[in-house]
């Protein structure tokens, strides 16, 4: 039989092999929403195509970044596929709006699912390490970019949901600048909401936004705290 140390040591390799596979996920996902959200919206883009391209290689590294947990994986591979089929579709009908709406709720599912996972392996987490950072940030990350796709299926249904904002779904830089701001509480004023829908997501959006940094940076302090101490 095999020692007890000798089974601890690996277990501690298998630990930091997996650890490191998350981590290089995460960084896949952390670049592909740094390009879409921040880099993005500075090129001067007239073709969507290129958007909902990139959008799709958030979602896949995404799926690849919750590989941890092989039920969701297998429910985000499926949801991905069918987004992928669908917002295809919508490409060759442009005009569809319907198809427009059911790519974006898809996107919205796929992403909640994401975002979920990641938020459940921070908190579940044994240890804080560079994997478990970089999930909390992207859980972040995804939280805006979840809601600025919730305001363009709003927008969809309800044109004019939005004053002051170009109403074109393909016109996601504005959504995800609107997203985010609501997210952090920031509100400029100079895109508003302008039905009671739009007002109660806006809402719902800020509140989350400020719950998401207490409970996150509160259980992460923790588990650093508590890794620490048992070290001494």
Same mark, same amino acid.
């Given at each position: ?5 000798t089974?601890?040591v ?5 630990s930091?092999? @997996? ?11 952390f ?6 959200i921040?880099? !993005?919206?500075? !090129? ?8 909902? =391209? ?7 590294s #995404?799926l ?15 949801m ?13 009908l ?5 198809l427009?709406?059911? =790519? ?8 909640i ?15 804080? +390490?560079?994997?478990?950072? !970089?999930?909390?940030?992207n ?15 709003? +927008?969809?249904?309800?044109? @004019? ?6 109403? @074109? ?8 600048y609107?997203?985010?701001v609501?997210?952090t509480?920031? #509100?400029?004023? +100079? ?5 009671p ?12 936004? @400020? ?6 940076i509160?259980?992460?302090i923790?588990k650093?705290?508590?890794?620490k101490?048992?070290?001494?």
């Amino acid at each position: 039989m095999r020692s007890t140390k000798t089974r601890s040591v690996e277990w501690i390799r298998e630990s930091r092999e @997996q650890n490191l596979h998350l981590w290089r996920n995460n960084m896949v996902l952390f670049i592909s929403l740094v390009l879409l959200i921040f880099i !993005l919206p500075v !090129l001067p883009l007239k073709n969507n195509i290129m958007i909902r =391209a990139l959008l799709s290689i958030v979602l896949f590294s #995404g799926l690849f970044a919750a590989e941890f947990s092989r039920k969701i994986f297998r429910l985000l591979f499926a949801m991905g596929i069918l987004f992928i089929s669908v917002m295809l579709l919508s490409l060759l009908l442009y005009e569809s709006r319907s198809l427009s709406i059911i =790519a974006f709720s898809l996107n919205t599912f796929f992403l909640i699912l994401v975002t979920i996972a990641l938020i459940a392996h921070v908190a579940t987490a044994y240890l804080v +390490d560079r994997a478990t950072i !970089l999930c909390a940030i992207n859980s972040y990350l995804l939280i805006g970019l979840t809601t600025s796709v919730l305001f363009i299926i709003t +927008d969809l249904f309800a044109p @004019q949901s939005l004053m002051n904002h170009e109403t @074109q779904a393909g016109n996601l830089s504005s959504y995800i600048y609107f997203g985010f701001v609501t997210l952090t509480t920031l #509100g400029y004023g +100079d895109i508003t909401p302008n039905s009671p829908l739009t007002r109660s997501l806006s809402t719902f959006a800020a509140v989350f936004g @400020q719950l998401y940094l207490v409970i996150i940076i509160a259980l992460i302090i923790g588990k650093y705290l508590n890794s620490k101490g048992a070290e001494q």
